[in-house]
């Protein structure tokens, strides 16, 4: 099994910034993709920000130039640095992860359990 651990939400105003974090750990062989979404209230999930093994990366439109995401690969983690915040950012954003098992080999996609991110003055 394998655990993700977000951290860093929080009440921000608007133009502020916030850094998430995101820890994997448990049964890991390897991380093929790394990344986060958010889902607002009344709207459907959506992709934020990704990182691929390989370093590549991909943004909402919505996000780029704002937020930046970065890995840590030695410790399994992802982050998520929010910068120029906005009211429309508000959402819980959901740290995700495509894992292949130590165990299995097998390579299914994994989800935190949420932090709650408001931009509001």
């Known amino acids: 099994q394998v655990q993700l651990v977000e951290s860093g939400g929080g009440l921000v105003q608007p133009g502020g910034s916030l850094r998430l974090s995101c820890a994997a750990s448990?049964?890991?062989?390897?991380?093929?993709?790394m990344g986060w979404y958010r889902q607002a209230p009344g709207k459907q999930r959506e992709l934020v920000a990704v990182?691929?093994?390989?370093?590549?990366?991909n943004y909402a439109d919505s996000v780029k130039g704002r937020f930046t995401i970065s890995g840590d690969n030695a410790k399994n983690t992802v982050y998520l640095q929010m910068n120029s915040l906005k009211p429309e950012d508000t959402a819980v954003y959901y740290c995700?992860?495509?894992?292949?098992?130590?165990?299995?080999?097998?390579?299914?996609?994994?989800w935190g359990q949420g932090t709650q991110v408001t931009v509001s003055s």
């Open positions: 448990g049964s890991i062989f390897s991380i093929e993709v």
């Open positions: 990182m691929a093994s390989g370093g590549s990366t």
């Open positions: 995700s992860a495509k894992v292949t098992s130590r165990i299995s080999r097998y390579l299914r996609d994994y």
